[in-house]
């Protein structure tokens, strides 16, 4: 996915740091602000797998570090429930001064919490998720349950959260002790989407059930089964980005028209691919269809597409078949199914290739002979053997 690195002004002035995810070859249809969980950042996998399945359909998003978390500046022990929900609106206002303001609201844990307090102050959101979010912001302070006597005496006290140490202060736990969402959630007047894990052991599953409760409708309750808290398993996230993406398009205005696809490439235009800041998986679009590419896990790549070179062989394989189909109907043949197997292998630094043909059919053999010889006609083969000259030229923000 396109990715932007930008940075805001939060609520209280801090710098804070943040990523505009974009789909693929064309404007996005909506755009998305997320919301991460309670000490974590937007860089959760869990967040950025959220923001590539939007992306695939369409959907913008802007993730961004609350106050004092990742990358964002200021201190985190300064922060409150309050002026989280204060960051939220910050973003959502840039978003609108650089991009479009957000149609959905999407937040994980305490993030879920906080978009459904913001929702209220944003005219432009149509829908709002929670994943994984308490019904009470309270519910946080069991992280700090130990530290409340230092809390009480001295104003601050350094906790341990998920392993890493930070400092909290009395104006944090009274601020969320004071929150709720009730009212927010009575008068949200936006479709409200609830997803939670069953075996959440972080966040029950009964605080899903209680906003589920408390939310009018249009409201939606889907269970993320199998998913811990974070929604560690990559499936996990895909799905439930899958589920949001589905569920907001009945929300969002409808997508745009796809191109025209009766042309060739070169009416078309260009193919275009992107690959991200983090690993090997690639997005690509031809003429609006898109389709992934990537390295196998030994490789380090997530293995959620072919690799360049299959794709390579696949193109090959693909134009023999079709080649082979026009000649047969063209001639009025009996060719039946035809595969086409392709086996590479790399020798004194050539590239050698065997390609074999399965053609079914009630065919004479002088006719098989012919659509041997017709393969190595295929528009790819030939490409392949004249060699193509490439030129490189640069484009976008970083052209000079």
């Known amino acids: 996915m396109p990715t932007h690195i930008v940075h805001f002004d939060g609520a209280s002035g801090d710098r804070l740091a943040a990523r505009a995810d974009l789909p693929v070859g064309g404007p996005p249809r909506a755009w998305a602000l997320v919301a991460h969980c309670f000490t974590c950042s937007k860089n959760l996998r869990a967040v950025v797998n959220l923001s590539r399945e939007l992306n695939r359909a369409g959907v913008a998003v802007l993730r961004f570090d609350f106050t004092g ?8 022990a300064d922060t409150t429930f309050s002026s989280n929900v204060a960051d939220l609106v910050a973003a959502a206002r840039y978003m609108a001064e650089v991009w479009r303001a957000p149609d959905l609201l999407i937040g994980h844990s305490l993030g879920g919490a906080a978009v459904l307090r913001a929702a209220h102050a944003l005219p432009s959101v149509r829908g709002v998720v929670t994943i994984g979010a308490p019904s009470d912001p309270v519910h946080v302070l069991g992280h700090v349950e130990g530290a409340r006597a230092e809390l009480e005496a001295m ?23 004071e929150a709720r969402l009730d009212e927010a959630l009575r008068n949200l007047g936006r479709a409200l989407l609830v997803l939670h894990a069953p075996e959440d052991r972080i966040v029950p599953v009964a605080h899903a059930g209680r906003i589920f409760e408390a939310a009018r409708h249009p409201r939606s309750f889907v269970a993320l089964d199998g998913a811990d808290h974070l929604l560690s398993d990559p499936e996990a996230s895909r799905y439930a980005a899958g589920v949001i993406a589905a569920w907001a398009s009945c929300y969002l205005d409808p997508a745009p028209p796809a191109p025209s696809r009766s042309g060739t490439l070169a009416d078309e235009g260009r193919v275009t691919v992107v690959t991200g800041a983090e690993g090997y998986r690639t997005e690509g679009q031809v003429r609006g269809h898109r389709f992934l590419v990537d390295e196998p896990v030994q490789l380090g790549g997530t293995d959620e597409g072919p690799t360049p070179f299959e794709l390579l062989w696949a193109s090959l394989a693909a134009c023999t078949t079709i080649t082979l189909r026009m000649y047969a109907d063209r001639k009025k043949w009996p060719l039946e199914d035809i595969q086409v197997r392709i086996r590479h292998t790399r ?3 050539r590239d050698h290739v065997v390609r074999e043909l399965r053609l079914d059919g009630p065919l004479d053999a002088e006719q098989r002979q012919r659509l041997v010889e017709i393969a190595d006609r295929c528009p790819v083969h030939r490409t392949m053997e004249r060699g193509v000259e490439i030129t490189t030229e640069v484009f976008g923000m970083d052209a000079t």
């Open 347 to 349: 020798e004194a630094g």
């Open 155 to 177: 104003g601050e006290a350094e906790v341990s959260i998920g392993g890493r140490p930070f400092r909290i202060r009395k104006a944090f736990v009274d601020d969320v002790s």
């Open 69 to 76: 978390l990742g990358e964002s500046e200021g201190d985190f």
